[in-house]
């Protein structure tokens, strides 16, 4: 069965920092593309950020650049998201997923299966 | 960056009816479009992906059209199963944007 589980999520004050990670299993995670997408009340499905299969392309969205990184370990099979100088705005459900079909060093863009998600709050 | 608009953003309609929804972009971006299902307290579900090709195991009822920037999701005879709310996700470029959900209740 192919699937992704999150974890990392939590309360954090503002300025703070997490890392998530989410453990993918039942399949070869090295072929694929991975992505975070988050979901929050006011803002709806937001696409965060993206990597390679081999973690040698990133990509961001605008809001997030220089504060948060993704990356990967492929001989562990687990992709992460660093998140640094969190602000209330990136209170949120954050869901990794996997890009439908493998790819080398190209991300495609839509995304099956998604993990169930971990919850993120930044308040004080 | 690519806005992506759905309507309705609420739908009430009977387990039998014909439901479409539409989503448009606020720029072309061809037939990089893909639907997702989301049920309470899930995650999405991919539906359908490149606007109209149906995702392996998803009931045919399911169908996408549309390219440019207007792009429709149609369930042809709605079952009970299918009361979640529907998003559109456009991958033509960065950063990649869904659209705002459209909930399909029960009437």
């Known amino acids: 069965e192919v699937k992704l589980v999150e974890s990392g999520g939590g309360l954090v004050q503002p300025g703070g920092s997490l890392r998530l990670s989410c453990a993918a299993s039942?399949?070869?995670?090295?072929?694929?593309?991975m992505t975070w997408v988050r979901q929050t009340p006011g803002r709806g499905l937001e696409w965060v950020a993206a990597l390679t299969d081999s973690g040698s392309g990133t990509y961001y969205t605008d809001s997030v650049k220089g504060r948060f990184t993704i990356y990967r370990d492929n001989s562990r099979n687990t992709v992460y998201l660093q998140l640094n100088s969190l602000r209330g705005d990136d209170t949120g459900v954050y869901y990794c997923?996997?890009?439908?079909?493998?790819?080398?060093?190209?991300?495609?863009?839509?995304?099956?299966?998604w993990g169930q998600g971990t919850l993120v709050i930044v308040s004080s | 960056d690519i806005q992506m608009t759905q309507s309705p953003s609420t739908l009430s309609a009977s387990a039998g009816d014909r439901v479409t929804i539409t989503c448009r972009a606020s720029q072309s971006i061809s037939s990089w479009l893909a639907w997702y299902q989301q049920k309470s307290g899930k995650a999405p579900k991919l539906l359908i992906y490149k606007a109209s090709t149906l995702e392996n195991g998803v009931p045919s009822r399911f169908s996408g059209s549309g390219s440019g920037t207007e792009f429709t999701l149609t369930i042809s005879s709605l079952q009970p199963d299918d009361f979640a709310t529907y998003y559109c996700q456009q991958y033509n470029g960065y950063p990649w944007t869904f659209g705002q959900g459209t909930k399909v209740e029960i009437k």
């Open positions: 997923a996997r890009d439908r079909y493998s790819s080398t060093n190209a991300v495609r863009g839509w995304f099956d299966p």
């Open positions: 039942g399949f070869t995670f090295s072929n694929y593309a």
